[in-house]
């Protein structure tokens, strides 16, 4: 049981290109995933100093690959680009504004494979501790 409970993560360095500004833009970014939080995958982006954490299902990415996903805040769309081959586009809203951010399919694809070695698709609940949640819940 306690073997469940270590975090073990996977951080994959990753180029984003911000698309929606007036001239491209390639940000350094990451994707994280963390066995304590199955369901999910950080994209950080690194503005200078700051970091900038977006929380998305893992699913969702993962669908994103295929098709256009996803509603409110989060997208992901695939997207055929000429010069880059196969790209999947992120767009993430927020009050102040929208960012449209393209990342290579491959990136994707290697990242996710690397988060289904830890934890497989269908088996996120076997690692959560419900209990830990509740009392950081309760704490707060």
Known sequence: LEALMETVAVRTEIELTLVSAEIPVVVPAALEYR??????????ISAG???IRWLL???LLDEGLVHEVGDGDVQIVPVMDGF?????????ESPGGIAVLEVSTDAVLDF???SYALV???SESRHLDLDRELMELLAA
């Open 84 to 92: 880059e081959g196969q790209v999947v586009q992120i767009r993430l």
């Open 35 to 44: 066995t304590t939080d199955p369901y999910a995958v950080s994209v950080v």
């Open 57 to 59: 299902a893992r699913d």
């Open 112 to 114: 996710l494979a690397h």
């Open 120 to 122: 497989a698709p269908g």
């Open 49 to 51: 100093e700051v970091e």
